[in-house]
């Protein structure tokens, strides 16, 4: 049986208008077992679509997909494990989820919530209805649920031994550096986030419904979610950081990887070098470039906008201001002051998870470095280590255990005095209301992790520092007094941007992180209250509710074109993409366009050359005898007016073309034409100076002496600089330098400079391949020919004059009233043109199909 949300997918692919509805509560199905689906779902009331008319004014709903729930899980004691009955758990929500707090910042008044994850504990086949009925109904939560051994090979396996380390920037030079790439547990991987696909299946409304998948477990889900629902609105965000091209470009799926996210309409970081670096992959591994709008940065993919959200994740104000009030907090802080404040001690905080990237030895050893520098700290100042416990397994993560406590060990050895250890480890998991208890007594917060996401406990302690009336009593400071703290953050997390009050390091150089650490230590009062200031204004202001509701701000504003657009998938497995193209914009049918050929007696054909019958990859840029042939066969047709277009100069089209008696040429973008082979070149515009070249060329020689794999190509009347075989970003950089130089230059000069595919162009004012188009209409004109047969093929921004001039004077004199008329763009999406193909190949083997129709006839008269 299948579901009428399965159902209506015809729907989508073929632009018709969907018939999905809105509905507040639905009961999914429910998985009987790990991965298969039930098909119980043929009762209309228990549909994922409703009638919309039926429905009372409903919220915004979001469902949010993490690799975990927001639920904390618990067998009830006295219950075996033996899976017949499901009131063995108990569930509640967990408050440190990020899924959750995003929910309260968000309002109940605002959104629905849904989400979708899987649980911390196995829960047996046998209770799984049950709980997936209770959770729903409760929490609206829709439990996934993995084979055991499935999820350890997607969750242990492939995700944190093989794409986190690299993520973090570590490449797997031998097996004992990180895991080498294993396609079984890449499968694993797949097969995990095509579960994840199935159970969002089971409750969403692909028309209403806001879906934003969190972080790198799930990468390749956006692709199976446009694979079956077109328009789906869909967002996701990248919580740990995106390394550099070179590094991740070793990934023998990279690919694959890209072209899923792309599947979703926006993309969100935590900073500028995260995106920056997503940004260039897809540049160097794609092709693609993005541009800058009114501040939004996007890139077009295959007609879709997808856009790019940097903005770092907040904290939960309102969740840790009640922490603070709390008693239990209050009591753990007088202990705390008794324990070190009282003793004469200052305590410097560390807060990290035990794993091989937040570099806790680094710090020990630092600490070491400013007892050796500063023997006055000896007895004085104490480095409050909390380690919580690793979340992935394996030999690094022992590595790290064993070389942490070792030189916990040593280091106490050799300063500890009896009551007085200069590091005190931590590694129990501690309670968070315990933990703000630490910030507030901390008069430093050390967080040098050699590479981090985000890391949200810089955060956590400015906050905690602010904090209230009570507990400013507890630590005997007066109301009025500013309240004061200091970070020592390092360059490589997420957060480090947004602190511009922390002392910043590399925590790789101990001496600098142990002087940052003295620095921290004796910093006047004043400096440090102004720098906290600043610190709790950011924090407090850009909070989770604040970050999830800027996030679904972009989604909404990205994903209003998509009712305007007509949307098919193409591709297979991971490769699969979905094109999307306005109402009036589709692909130029072979049948279609013959049929039309055959119709017609004046036919006007003007072809763009580059990226067009040539593409722009060739080396060999000379037309190939196939092309000549096609272009002949065409010529050869009396009915036919046929043009080459090209920004090649005219010697090198007259070289080219030679064998093409008939054929119209234009050079240089127009600037040159001729009608035939054995006619004079004339200029369309008037003679103009090129005096400004000898200001021009040397600018450009300076760009192309610095940029490798760039060179000038000099024309009669303008001058090109071509990077196209140069590095993709640094050629893109060096253009927009080039353009603003030439422009500021040439300001005087009656030449326009434009940016195009690959090439910076200075040309003289008001040539373009639309003259090229008003030329040949009017001396058709001239010879009493009214064209009702016009096609017009081209791949770049230059052609779009030619588009523009051709579909504007439809209906005018120079063309036919009932005349057909074809403006075709090749890959270009958007366009002025109403037609596109693919590719090359689709424009050779229409110009085969015209030119066999022109033989024919031909071959009839003869």
Request: aromatic share 8%.
């Amino acid at each position: 049986m299948v579901s009428r949300s399965y159902s209506n997918l015809l729907e989508l692919a073929s632009g018709e208008s969907p018939s999905f509805g809105r509905m507040s509560h639905r009961i999914p199905r429910i998985m009987t077992v790990p991965g298969i689906i039930s098909d119980i779902d043929d009762d209309p009331s228990e549909s994922v679509c409703s009638d919309p008319s039926s429905s009372s004014v409903q919220k915004d709903r979001i469902i949010m997909v993490a690799n975990e729930l927001p639920i904390r899980v618990q067998r009830k004691s006295g219950n075996s494990n033996n899976g017949s009955s499901s009131k063995g758990w108990i569930f509640s929500w967990d408050e440190n989820s990020l899924l959750l707090r995003m929910k309260d910042g968000l309002g109940d008044d605002d959104v629905e919530v849904i989400y979708v994850g899987c649980l911390k504990e196995e829960i047996h086949p046998n209770e799984q209805d049950e709980v997936s009925r209770i959770l729903l109904e409760t929490f609206k939560c829709v439990p996934t649920f993995l084979p055991p051994d499935l999820f350890s090979r997607f969750y242990h396996g492939f995700c944190k031994q093989q794409l986190w380390p690299l993520f973090h920037y570590m490449l797997p030079l031998s097996p004992d550096l990180g895991g080498r790439f294993n396609r079984s547990l890449w499968q694993a991987y797949v097969s995990v986030n095509k579960i994840f696909a199935d159970r969002i299946m089971e409750v969403i409304n692909p028309e209403d419904d806001f879906v934003w998948v969190h972080d790198y477990h799930l990468m390749v889900l956006p692709t199976f979610l446009r694979k079956r629902f077109n328009r789906v609105r869909l967002g996701f965000f990248l919580h740990s950081p995106f390394p550099s091209s070179e590094i991740y470009k070793t990934l023998p799926i990279r690919e694959e990887l890209l072209r899923a996210l792309l599947n979703s309409d926006l993309i969100g970081f935590h900073t500028f070098d995260y995106a920056r670096h997503f940004l260039s992959c897809c540049s160097r591994m794609l092709g693609l470039t993005y541009e800058s709008k009114r501040g939004y940065i996007s890139l077009e993919y295959y007609g879709r906008t997808v856009s790019i959200k940097i903005l770092p994740v907040g904290i939960h104000m309102g969740q840790l201001q009640s922490l603070l009030s709390l008693p239990e907090t209050e009591a753990k802080v007088a202990e705390l002051l008794k324990l070190y404040c009282d003793q004469g001690r200052t305590m410097l905080l560390g807060v990290d998870d035990m794993d091989i990237f937040k570099g806790i030895t680094l710090k020990l050893l630092a600490m070491e470095q400013l007892l050796l520098q500063h023997p006055e700290c000896q007895g004085k100042v104490v480095l409050v280590q909390i380690a919580n416990p690793a979340r992935g397994r394996g030999k690094d993560v022992k590595e790290v255990q064993e070389e942490t406590y070792s030189t916990v060990r040593r280091i106490n050895g050799t300063f500890g005095k009896p009551g007085y250890d200069p590091i005190v480890l931590i590694d129990k998991p501690l309670k968070f209301y315990e933990r703000i208890a630490y910030y507030v007594v901390a008069e430093c917060c050390l967080v040098t992790a050699v590479r981090d996401g985000m890391n949200l406990i810089p955060y956590e302690y400015i906050i905690s520092r602010q904090g209230n009336e009570r507990l400013d009593k507890i630590l005997g400071l007066e109301p009025s007094i500013p309240k004061k703290s200091m970070l020592v953050v390092s360059e490589f997390i997420g957060c480090s941007p947004s602190l511009s009050g922390a002392i910043r390091v590399n925590p790789w150089n101990i001496d600098a992180v142990a002087d940052a650490m003295d620095c921290a230590l004796a910093m006047a009062e004043a400096e440090k209250q102004l720098r906290h200031e600043k610190h709790y204004r950011y924090v407090s202001t850009h909070h989770v509710g604040y970050w999830a509701h800027s996030f679904l701000q972009d989604l909404e504003r990205t994903c209003r074109e998509h009712v305007g657009q007509r949307c098919w998938g193409i591709g297979f497995g991971l490769s699969f993409r979905v094109v999307a193209l306005g109402p009036n914009f589709r692909k130029l049918s072979m049948e279609h366009i013959v049929s039309a050929y055959k119709r017609t007696t004046t036919r006007a054909i003007l072809l763009d050359y580059d990226g067009t019958l040539m593409p722009q990859a060739s080396i060999d840029k000379s037309p190939s005898s196939k092309s000549i042939d096609i272009l002949n066969s065409l010529c050869r047709d009396k009915n036919n007016m046929v043009f080459i277009v090209s920004a090649k100069s005219r010697n090198t089209l007259t070289e080219w073309f030679s064998p093409c008696e008939k054929l119209g040429i234009a050079a240089e973008h127009g600037y040159f034409l001729r009608l035939k082979r054995d006619e004079e070149w004339e200029a369309c515009v008037p003679a103009v100076d090129c005096t400004w070249k000898q200001i021009a060329e040397p600018v450009m020689k300076q760009y192309t002496e610095t940029t490798d794999g760039s060179n000038i190509e000099d024309k009669e009347t303008a001058l090109v600089w071509c990077y196209e075989d140069a590095d993709p970003d640094f050629g893109s950089c060096q253009a927009k330098e080039l353009l603003d130089h030439l422009e500021s230059v040439l300001a005087n000069e009656p030449v326009t400079v434009k940016s195009g595919q690959n090439v910076v162009e200075v040309k003289p004012q008001g040539v373009s391949k639309g003259l090229v188009a008003k030329r040949l209409l009017s001396s058709m004109h001239g010879r009493g020919m009214l064209p009702d047969f016009v096609l017009c093929i081209g791949d770049d921004r230059s052609d779009e004059d030619m588009f523009e001039v051709i579909t504007s004077s439809t209906g005018g004199p120079s063309i036919d009233p009932r005349a057909e008329v074809f403006a075709c763009t090749v890959c270009k999406k958007p366009s002025k043109a109403k037609y596109y193909l693919d590719d090359k190949v689709e424009i050779v083997r229409l110009m085969q199909g015209l030119a066999s129709v022109s033989n024919q006839t031909l071959s009839v008269l003869a």
